[in-house]
């Protein structure tokens, strides 16, 4: 079946260090989504890259879309101790009905 | 504008027992989907509901039933709980259209328990 798959799954950095997760899915998708999740939090929807080879950047956060649109992945610059918490890539199953296969998530610690 | 509520927040029930768990979706949205989140894990897909009807559905038995009412607000309800079915279960509401696959407005989840 459809997965997507989510690398690395912790990464510890010190606090101005780089971060980057990567997502792969078994199939193409019409376009992915991520969303962070706090500890104790629910997930929050930060973007969604619909476009083959789509770049997109929210302030310190850089999100791409690969050509074949079977990846993505989420650049941190100079990491902070608010991007603490889990991240995840989602794509939606077949056709646009709503439900969506997750990673299992990238979980971010950051060391002040 | 309230975005997407869920109750109980939290919830203890033995193996055996029947739980219910409840969800108001974000104003304006018509879709909900309920999913399972165990600890270290990403959230699993349960089912959608739209127009009061279920609509798609994930691996899960049929111990898992759900229900949306006229005002789009959903319950799921789980019988015969297993240990295994201690998860955090979230409801995300979105308007989905036939050309555009909208975001996910999760609620706070209820943190289920079986013991």
């Known amino acids: 079946g459809q997965q997507v798959m989510q690398i690395p799954q912790y990464q510890h950095v010190q606090e101005g260090e780089d971060f980057t997760t990567y997502c792969n899915s078994s199939t193409t998708l019409s376009n992915i989504q991520w969303y962070k999740q706090r500890p104790g939090g629910h997930p929050v929807f930060l973007i969604q890259l619909v476009k083959s080879g789509e770049v997109k950047k929210q302030k310190r956060l850089t999100f791409q879309f690969g050509e074949a649109k079977k990846n993505s992945s989420l650049h941190i610059t100079a990491t902070q101790t608010t991007d603490v918490g889990t991240y995840f890539c989602a794509g939606p199953f077949s056709g646009n009905t709503g439900k969506l296969i997750f990673g299992q998530g990238t979980t971010l610690q950051v060391k002040p | 504008d309230a975005g997407v509520t869920q109750s109980p927040t939290h919830l203890i029930k033995t193996r055996g027992q029947q739980v219910t768990l409840r969800c108001s979706p974000k104003s304006g949205h018509d879709t909900v989907s309920w999913y399972q989140q165990a600890l270290g894990q990403g959230p699993q897909f349960i089912f959608q509901?739209?127009?009061?009807?279920?609509?798609q559905r994930g691996n899960f038995p049929d111990r898992f039933s759900g229900h949306q009412f006229p005002n789009y607000s959903s319950e799921l309800n789980v019988n015969a709980l297993l240990l295994g079915d201690s998860a955090l279960y979230l409801c995300?509401?979105?308007?989905?259209?036939?050309?555009?696959?909208?975001?996910?407005?999760f609620g706070q989840g209820t943190r289920l328990t079986v013991v």
């Open positions: 509901y739209y127009e009061e009807e279920e609509r």
């Open positions: 995300a509401s979105s308007l989905v259209s036939r050309t555009h696959h909208a975001e996910a407005f």
